[in-house]
């Protein structure tokens, strides 16, 4: 991490020196380096400098001040010349867990990507112009300053004391050997819980309970007693961390679920995003970074597709997760609730569940999209199959189902990054993750065990895993991961819903009497629906609205002035309405302004000439 | 000091407390102001600065008001913290001003009757009692006063009703300068209302089929504040909390029942409650102040009692009886008894149902004994003049419509007759319609009920009774609170040897089990401890801590459960070790002692 730091230093002095002509052509990314995580001055200083280079399309604000006092950067990207944020579909992506750093760097690479490309790319012209951007790299500021650093990120307003002696995080891990990494240590310990796997002796696994004979070893994360009560870093610095399990929607506290907390909305980020979100109702899509797995993540999250209220979202939501697959190169799209029996190994996929089989095809998506469709879902309303609803993953409190469930925004999840699965069996296991470290990453990710003499255990030895939570070790692979992420960010963008005004020639009926006529309707251009169809049962999205105003000279004879068209199908059109118009003063200018709102899919108004 | 000399000082402390108590009591049962109200509870931490404290929890939603929480517990006898702890608030609804009565005659009762009422002052010498005096300061003086004090752009939640861009700025006001805001009516063929054929004084709405006139506008007594041809269509916020708003059952399953806001807890004063309570892990109890209907209600609001936790049912039943036995209030389950539900509709489909309530909250979450009391009601004059065609298979708080039943209001109308002028009335009741001539609206007629009869009683006798009542059942129910103690210890010398055998005996001597069976079910119930501290130099083969997951209380039986822990210490004869029971709920006792045979 240092490294990169350094490294960003230079870059940042040699741009000032030489006008970035020198860098960009060695890079493909321009001045921007997308192969190392940015601490979180970088990443001020990276969005700080992408606002000074396009003042007119994007402005930096803060959604909240952390509690050790960092803002959590929000840049808003819009194009002041098509119009406000609120009068166009919105779009909020953000990333919320701390030690997640890849899928942080990806959304950070979605804002580089949309400026860059603005003007040149004609689908990010488009959606820059269509859309207001919410975009916000990291939420928990915080948690991922630690993270990166492996200190503590500031005064803790409220620490843990992990081991209830009255202390606050006296006793943390430490580098003994100095190597510039705090993984674990292994002492020989006839009564200890572990011992090396018969696959590779580098790899620890628990003892059997009907084990006595062999070489057995008690394990200890790095570090040294601090506080001298005989465990080891047992109160290291923890703080609050922003869990995802905060959300309002279907919430549980902690006692039930961890990280649930004492109640909802007791994280002042969430909370200030979820306020975020509740004042700018226009907002059309949600999406939640994260890492890791490789895969697209929709609702529900405590309960299975047959919570689904509307068969048309959930049609929807299947469509555009297995899309995504395409996109990103990913491996499975799920709902968050069936996620986990996929993630047993040999599991067989579920039935509503889209995946990529180990040639590259996507199975399981609706049928159509794809050659092999094999749908074998589960129906729900058959008692039969009632058993399986005890089969998921529980996630009280998600985002997913506040943003859905109760805003009816279209909202999606990730998981970015996956390290080789090399037998395709849905499950990374420590001896393919140490394959990938021997054969590809020249030892990058594992420190192999050394002895060391530990001043109250002894003789011990020092190894393991460098990071217990697996982003790609920072170099071209985060680049190549930040790129899969964004093109199917930049594919979500593409779904929103766009209304636009549909007029058809004004024909003359009388011309001696002044009489014409001319069809209205509206189109909606995007993907998805003006508004799920939770958010209309909800009552949360208000109804499509056209609005035709005839200047003083045309009366209307049919047809009225204000039409409530309800919620317009994605890519579909509204019924027609046939407006018959008089012309009261053939003389003069006959105009009629035509304008259509919408709250989540944008605005439309032109000014129809009746005679001439 | 001999125990006659302690009986002495204890007299003499009694007279100094009765003196006390004289020049204090000409308490004044009428309404206060937030400047009244603190002013009284300054006066009351100046006067005992032993047993009370006054601080802030917080500032109120407009940020112009301190919320106060009055603490009364003697300090002499150990720490708050350290002791079993009843929370009390009042006005929550901004209306509700007797709540915020009945919590500041209760902390005047409670420190004025020490010494002298031996229920109080065993209350206030072995517990702490936490008063949140108004827990909407704002709203309360809004309608005590009928003045909005605060910018109405403002505040959270303001509302642009009108849509004309500002926000709050055509509220009702007093305009005849009688002190009340009534009600204005006008004949308009047009109009939804229309007098009621038994008492003409009472405004019905009108049916369909009402074809014969006259027919009536009513709206709140007010004037056009913004010219924009309404009267009182944009009032500002006035109350800043619902009780829709805390996280338990705060929306249905699909979501389309729910309470109050974006998500839990986004009312401000909600949230200042809540983060107290979870401050204090001591509280075990919780009773808020609210009107109206004369009724102690107990959880759920959003769940029939099909699950309830069998140990807790009894437990509400019984400590709540003693409520009835002093006033007069029938208990009921918020669901089952004071929600209209209908037969056959899932609880999470029932469009009546309460979501995110607080005593649900405290309750199925804390797992806290949590009880709302409605204060005050009109059944005493209904069933004096006769019920009439109200339906008479359920109490009055039970019958759709209450109050505002028009027959209701003929009954409780009838009865003002019968005692008109009474000065218990303190000029409260009904206004009758005067004619007045509106500067929009023409000639108009203003009257109605006034703000203290239906929903708050009136100053003087009647709102007396309601206080006196309810902090008479406070010092009842706060005793009911588990109370841990150590029973005894023992110590044997184990052979000829400086190894001891310690043995303590501890109980519950308090009425409710240190925790409710809701709090285990809900995995937030912390089991009992009780821990030998031992000094260097001394050691105990065993755990140092015994742990118990709760300890039975007494329900006022003579039977005591009692509980044991035991160690093998070794230690020279003569050194002092401390046994300590600590209980989240039930307070710590401890008691040190000295090795020997």
New interface residues.
């Given amino acids: 991490m240092r490294n990169g730091l350094l490294v960003f230093a230079i870059l940042f002095l040699l741009l000032q020196i030489s006008a970035g002509a020198l860098l960009g052509q060695e890079r493909a990314l321009g001045r921007y380096d997308f192969r190392h995580y940015y601490s979180y001055d970088e990443l001020t200083a990276f969005l700080t400098d992408i606002n000074e280079a396009y003042p007119e399309l994007t402005t930096l604000t803060s959604l909240a001040t952390s509690q050790m006092g960092r803002e959590v950067w929000m840049l808003v990207i819009n194009n002041p010349e098509t119009g406000a944020p609120e009068e166009k579909p919105g779009f909020f992506a953000n990333q919320i867990h701390a030690g997640e750093v890849i899928a942080a760097a990806s959304g950070q690479y979605t804002i580089w990507y949309l400026l860059d490309r603005y003007g040149e790319d004609e689908q990010v012209t488009r959606i820059v112009d269509n859309l207001s951007l919410y975009l916000v790299p990291r939420l928990d500021v915080d948690g991922a300053e630690a993270y990166l650093t492996g200190m503590p990120a500031g005064e803790d307003p409220n620490p843990v004391d992990s081991d209830s002696d009255g202390l606050f995080d006296e006793d943390p891990p430490q580098d003994l050997d100095g190597d510039g990494f705090i993984v674990q240590m292994r002492k020989v310990d006839p009564l200890g819980e572990w011992k090396t796997s018969t696959e590779d002796p580098r790899i620890m696994v628990r003892r059997m309970a009907d084990e006595t004979q062999g070489t057995f070893y008690a394990t200890y994360t790095e570090g040294i007693d601090d506080d001298g009560d005989g465990e080891y870093n047992e109160d290291s610095y923890s703080s609050r961390f922003l869990s995802n399990r905060n ?5 549980q ?1 902690d ?2 679920q961890r990280g649930g907390g ?4 007791e994280e002042s980020i969430t ?1 200030a995003e ?2 975020f979100v ?1 004042a700018n109702p226009h907002i059309a899509i949600y999406l939640q970074h994260h890492c890791c797995g490789r895969i697209i993540l929709r609702p529900p999250t405590t309960g299975p597709d047959a919570d689904f ?1 509307f068969r048309n979202d959930l049609e929807v939501y299947q469509v555009a997760t297995a899309r995504a697959l395409e996109h990103s190169g990913w491996n499975l799209a799920t709902s968050v609730f069936d996620w986990d029996q996929a993630r047993r190994p040999g599991a067989n996929r579920k039935g509503t569940q889209a995946y990529r089989d180990k040639d590259g095809n996507i199975r399981n998506a609706p049928y159509g999209m794809y050659p092999i469709p094999e749908n074998n879902a589960l129906d729900f309303s058959d008692p039969a199959n009632w058993d399986q609803r005890d089969r998921g993953y529980y996630a009280y409190g998600s985002s997913l189902e ?1 943003m859905y ?2 805003f009816g925004i279209f909202s999606l999840a990730d998981e970015h990054w996956r390290e080789p699965d090399y037998n395709w069996d849905g499950l990374v296991t420590e001896v393919e993750r140490l394959k990938w470290n021997d054969e590809e990453l020249d030892g990058a990710i594992f420190i192999d065990w050394h002895p060391f003499e530990h001043p109250t255990l002894g003789n011990v030895e020092i190894g393991g895993w460098k990071q217990s939570k697996v982003s790609p070790p920072e170099g071209e692979l985060v680049e190549l991961e930040c790129e899969a992420g964004n093109r199917y960010t930049v594919y979500l963008a593409t779904l929103a819903p766009r209304v636009e005004l549909s007029i058809g020639d004004v024909e003359a009926i009388d011309e001696q009497a002044g009489l014409y006529q001319v069809d209205i309707s509206v189109k909606n251009l995007g993907a998805l629906r003006t508004a799920t169809e ?1 958010g209309e ?2 009552g949360v999205v208000e109804p499509v609205r056209l609005d035709v105003s005839p200047s003083a000279n045309v009366e209307i004879l049919s047809g009225e002035t204000k039409v409530d068209l309800g919620q317009i199908e994605g890519t579909s059109e509204s019924e027609k309405t046939t407006y018959v118009l008089r012309v009261v003063d053939p003389t003069l200018d006959a105009t009629v302004a035509v304008s259509v709102w919408s709250q989540r899919a944008g605005r439309d108004s032109t000014v129809v000439r009746v005679n001439r | 000091m001999s125990i006659r000399s302690c009986c002495a000082m204890l007299l003499m402390g009694l007279v100094l407390a009765a003196t006390a108590h004289s020049q204090t009591a000409a308490y004044e049962f009428r309404y206060h102001t937030y400047a009244e109200s603190t002013a009284l509870l300054q006066d009351l931490v100046r006067q005992y600065p032993g047993l009370a404290k006054l601080y802030s929890i917080g500032k109120s939603a407009t940020g112009a008001k301190e919320i106060w929480c009055i603490e009364v517990g003697n300090q002499a006898t150990g720490a708050a913290e350290d002791k079993p702890a009843t929370y009390f608030d009042g006005n929550q609804h901004a209306s509700e001003v007797t709540g915020g009565e009945t919590t500041l005659f209760l902390a005047h009762y409670l420190l004025t009757r020490y010494g002298s009422d031996p229920a109080v002052t065993h209350l206030v010498d072995t517990r702490v009692t936490y008063i949140v005096q108004r827990a909407d300061p704002d709203g309360a003086e809004a309608y005590m006063t009928g003045r909005v004090e605060w910018d109405p752009e403002s505040v959270p939640r303001a509302n642009d009703a009108d849509g004309d861009g500002t926000k709050g700025e055509d509220g009702p006001e007093d305009i005849d300068g009688d002190g009340e805001i009534l009600r204005i009516r006008s004949e308009d063929p047009d109009g939804g209302w229309k007098v009621y054929d038994r008492d003409p004084r009472i405004m019905v709405r009108r049916e369909d089929s009402d074809t014969e006139g006259p027919f009536y506008r009513v709206i709140d007594e007010g004037i056009d504040n913004d010219g924009d041809g309404a009267v009182n269509e944009d009032a500002p916020v006035t109350g800043f909390i619902s009780n829709r708003n805390y996280p338990a059952f705060w929306a249905s399953a699909d979501g389309r029942f729910r309470g109050g806001g974006n998500y839990p807890l986004q009312e401000h004063n909600a949230r200042l409650l809540v983060d107290f309570i979870l401050s204090k892990p001591h509280i075990s109890q919780i009773e808020s102040y609210h009107t109206t209907s004369g009724i102690h209600l107990r959880p759920y609001a959003a769940r029939p009692d099909t699950d309830f936790p069998p140990q807790d049912l009894q437990d509400y039943s019984a400590i709540l009886a003693k409520g009835t036995a002093i006033t007069t209030y029938p208990v009921a389950s918020v669901y089952n008894d004071f929600t209209t539900i209908q037969p056959g509709v899932p609880p999470d489909e029932q469009p009546g149902v309460r979501h995110g309530v607080f005593i649900d909250w405290s309750y199925v979450h804390q797992g806290l004994f949590s009880v709302t009391t409605e204060l005050w009601t009109m059944e005493p004059f209904v069933n004096e003049m006769g019920w009439g065609d109200i339906p008479r298979d359920k109490p009055l708080f039970a019958v759709p419509g209450r109050y505002n039943r028009p027959d209701a209001q003929a009954a409780v109308l009838a009865w003002l007759d019968a005692h008109r002028g009474s000065p218990e009335l303190s000029g409260q009741g009904f206004v009758d319609w005067k004619p007045f001539d509106h500067p929009t609206l023409g000639d108009v007629e203003i009257g109605g009920f006034t703000r203290y009869w239906l929903r708050n009683p009136p100053p003087g006798p009647f709102l007396q009774t309601v206080v006196e009542d309810q902090a008479k059942f406070a010092v009842v129910q706060a005793l009911t609170t588990p109370s841990v103690k150590i029973q005894d210890v023992a110590i044997q010398r184990d052979g000829n040897s400086d190894r001891w055998n310690v043995k303590a005996t501890v109980a519950n001597e308090g009425y409710l089990d240190t925790s409710m069976e809701q709090a285990r079910r809900a995995n937030v119930a912390k089991p009992d401890r009780v821990t030998i501290e031992v000094p260097e130099g001394a050691a105990t083969t065993d755990p140092l801590t015994v742990e118990f997951p709760f300890m039975r209380g007494t329900r006022e039986s003579s039977y005591v459960s009692l509980y044991r822990a035991a160690w093998n210490v070794v230690a020279p004869e003569g050194t002092a070790v401390t046994i300590v029971v600590r209980s989240e709920k039930g307070g710590t006792d401890r008691r040190q002692l000295t090795i020997h045979d």
């Fill in positions: 959300y309002p929607w279907n919430w506290p006692v039930l004492s109640y909802p909305m909370r979820v306020d509740a209220r506040t469930l109760v939770q049962w909800l």
